[in-house]
Nanobody, 119 residues
Framework: QVQLVESGGGLVQPGGSLRLSCAAS????????MGWYRQAPGKQRELVAS???????NYADSVKGRFNIFRDNAKNTVYLQMNSLKPEDTAVYYC?????????????WGQGTQVTVSS
């Protein structure tokens, strides 16, 4: 089993920055791709950014140039550095990780962390 614990959300003014982190723990063989989704009120959950175990990244068009995803494989932790935040970035952010255990591979989810961008 893999547990994901997120931290770093909060209230920030437009143009500000936040860094989210998500640490994987538990019993597993390895962690593959990790990333972040977000869901705003009344909207579908959308992929924000992802990163493979080898470091290849993918971003939603809406965050390119403003957000940066990176990971520390030694700590099984993924980070999302969010800069130049806009009110439309307000959402609950969920991290995920593809965990490889002795019973197979599946996607695990964090509990979600609220990000609010408002003046």
């Amino acid at each position: 089993q893999v547990q994901l614990v997120e931290s770093g959300g909060g209230l920030v003014q437009p143009g500000g920055s936040l860094r989210l982190s998500c640490a994987a723990s538990g019993i597993f063989r390895s962690i593959g791709a990790m990333g972040w989704y977000r869901q705003a009120p009344g909207k579908q959950r959308e992929l924000v950014a992802s990163i493979t175990g080898g470091g290849s990244t993918n971003y939603a068009d809406s965050v390119k140039g403003r957000f940066n995803i990176f990971r520390d494989n030694a700590k099984n932790t993924v980070y999302l550095q969010m800069n130049s935040l806009k009110p439309e970035d307000t959402a609950v952010y969920y991290c995920y990780a593809n965990g490889v255990t002795w019973s197979g591979t599946r996607t695990y989810w964090g509990q979600g962390t609220q990000v609010t961008v408002s003046s």
